[in-house]
């Protein structure tokens, strides 16, 4: 059983993530800026099942000042952090062109610069532990061209390359480290996309589908299981074939 830090996680892909996580009997504790309705109901429903635990903790991530005292306070709360699944994250379609400045800034933060300090506090902590696992939530956008993605596009692509070389630094320290893209998942995130294009997502899909939340959550299970302690610096692609 591992105390795994899922940020991101009060709905969508995170939670789900987080779900999985506690139901298969780790300790997590899921980060967001709000516990709403259904993470609520998510911590309900575990601790009837007394299998894992799931708790929430309460941190805006894109105030990257409050970082290290975030991780601080994880540490001092629930001590060892084995396991730190880097999710949060926010989307917004557009051309480049007539993006604003602030608003790429602010996707950077959340979906890059936060994960990268956030992970160099939790890091020290598993690096005196003598290992770890961590997980970072890219998408197949970093790698496969989206037109009206160039900046979310950016920092997903961002994701894989600190993976890479973080897998390298941490590796002789015992610490896995590794990615997930999905592709296409119905979530908040995606709400905005027209039915035409979900369907055209879903034809063009290798499986004739989309993936789920709790398939990204399967992936993140693995990443942290001992059937993947010799993975490290890969990208495992969960998009119902939709790059095959
Ligand atoms: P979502 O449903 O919009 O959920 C986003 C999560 O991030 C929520 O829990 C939200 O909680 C949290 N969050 C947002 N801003 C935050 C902040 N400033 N501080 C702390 N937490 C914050 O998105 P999703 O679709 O599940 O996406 C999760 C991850 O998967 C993202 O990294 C996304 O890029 C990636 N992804 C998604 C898809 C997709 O098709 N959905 C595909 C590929 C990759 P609060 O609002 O309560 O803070």
């Known amino acids: 059983m591992l105390s795994v830090v899922v940020t991101g996680a009060?709905?969508?892909?995170g939670l789900a993530?987080?779900?999985r996580l506690a139901c298969a009997g780790h300790e997590v504790i899921a980060v967001a800026r709000s516990a709403g309705a259904p993470l609520q109901s998510a911590i309900a429903q575990v601790t009837g099942n007394r299998s894992g635990s799931l708790r929430f903790q309460a941190a805006d991530l894109s105030d990257i000042g409050s970082l290290a005292a975030l991780a601080r306070s994880l540490r001092r709360e629930w001590g060892s952090i084995a396991a730190l699944v880097n999710n949060a994250g926010?989307?917004?379609a557009g051309l480049l062109a007539t993006m604003q400045d602030g608003e790429i800034e602010r996707m950077l933060r959340l979906n890059l610069l936060s994960p990268?300090?956030?992970t160099r506090?939790?890091?020290r902590g598993m690096m005196a532990d003598g290992g770890g696992r961590i997980?970072?939530?890219?998408?197949?956008?970093?790698?496969?061209?989206?037109k009206g993605m160039a900046a979310y596009a950016a920092s997903k692509a961002g994701m894989v390359g600190f993976t890479r070389a973080l897998a390298r630094e941490l590796g002789p320290l015992g610490i896995t480290v590794n990615a997930v893209a999905?592709?296409?998942?119905?979530?908040?995130?995606?709400?905005?996309?027209?039915?035409?294009?979900r369907a055209q997502v879903v034809?063009?899909?290798?499986?004739?589908?989309?993936?789920?939340?709790?398939?990204v959550g399967a992936a993140v299970e693995f990443l942290l299981g001992e059937g993947s302690r010799n993975i490290t610096g890969t990208v495992l692609t969960v998009d119902a074939g939709a790059t095959a």
């Open 116 to 118: 990268m300090i956030l």
């Open 182 to 197: 999905p592709g296409f998942v119905d979530t908040d995130l995606t709400r905005g996309m027209g039915e035409a294009e």
């Open 17 to 19: 993530v987080a779900q």
């Open 90 to 92: 926010t989307g917004s």
């Open 121 to 123: 506090h939790i890091v």
């Open 10 to 13: 009060s709905r969508g892909i």
């Open 135 to 146: 997980v970072n939530i890219s998408s197949i956008v970093g790698f496969a061209g989206f």
């Open 203 to 215: 034809r063009r899909s290798a499986l004739r589908r989309l993936a789920e939340p709790s398939d």
